[in-house]
């Protein structure tokens, strides 16, 4: 089993910035992608951005120049800077990880995990 552990979540004003936090831990054997996502009241869970292994990046129009997603593959850990935050990031922010996990007798299995949320609130 892997879990999901997210922070960083808050109220900030307009233009303002946050930083989340979400760390994997657990029967890792190889983290294949990690991204987060978020979903605003009403409306459908989204992409905000996503990192593979081998590096790439990728990023959902409406956030490109704002937020920046990292990775500390030491620590299993992928963050989310978020800068010139808007009323419309409002939002409960979802991590998510592709994990190669190990399944016993040594095999290994892949997951997609979520994490639990964290609330995003911009005021303006």
């Known amino acids: 089993q892997v879990q999901l552990v997210e922070s960083g979540g808050g109220l900030v004003q307009a233009g303002g910035s946050l930083r989340l936090s979400c760390a994997a831990s657990g029967s890792i054997h190889r983290i294949i992608a990690m991204a987060w996502y978020r979903q605003a009241p009403g409306k459908q869970r989204e992409l905000v951005a996503d990192?593979?292994?081998?590096?790439?990046?990728n990023y959902a129009d409406s956030v490109k120049g704002r937020f920046t997603i990292s990775r500390d593959n030491a620590k299993n850990t992928v963050y989310l800077q978020m800068n010139s935050l808007k009323p419309e990031d409002t939002a409960v922010y979802y991590c998510?990880?592709?994990?190669?996990?190990?399944?016993?007798?040594?095999?290994?299995?892949?997951?997609?995990?979520w994490g639990q949320g964290t609330q995003v609130t911009v005021s303006s």
């Open positions: 998510n990880a592709d994990i190669e996990e190990f399944a016993g007798w040594g095999s290994t299995t892949r997951r997609v995990y």
């Open positions: 990192s593979t292994s081998g590096g790439t990046t």
